[in-house]
């Protein structure tokens, strides 16, 4: 069964950084891209960074030289630098497998519990 456990989350002043990490379990992690979603409160969850299963990376325009993904397919994991934090990116972050031709989530039935992140001004 697909199963996603986000970590790393936390309290951390604007300006500060985290390393959130995802393990995943339950398809073949090398063959598929990977996402790193958030979601605030009242708000829907928005695409932050995404990596190929080559290993290319793509951003949203608002992490865009301040968050860096990687991942590592022997671990089965998918990692996520955030930088310089604002008070904007105060979420929960998750992960999935991502699709690129619609732009979104393999699996959307089975995200994890997800890691939040708070940003103290």
């Known amino acids: 069964q697909v199963h996603f456990v986000e970590s790393g989350g936390g309290l951390v002043q604007a300006g500060g950084s985290l390393r959130l990490s995802c393990a995943a379990s339950g398809f073949i992690f090398g063959n598929l891209a990977m996402g790193w979603y958030r979601q605030a409160p009242g708000k829907q969850r928005e695409m932050v960074a995404t990596i190929s299963s080559g290993g290319s990376t793509k951003y949203a325009d608002f992490v865009k030289g301040r968050f860096t993904i990687s991942r590592d397919n022997a671990k089965n994991t998918v990692y996520l630098q955030m930088n310089s934090l604002k008070s904007e990116d105060a979420a929960v972050y998750y992960c999935?497998?991502?699709?690129?031709?619609?732009?979104?989530?393999?699996?959307?039935?089975?995200w994890g519990q997800g890691t939040q992140v708070t940003v103290s001004s």
């Open positions: 999935n497998a991502h699709n690129y031709l619609y732009s979104g989530a393999v699996f959307p039935g089975y």
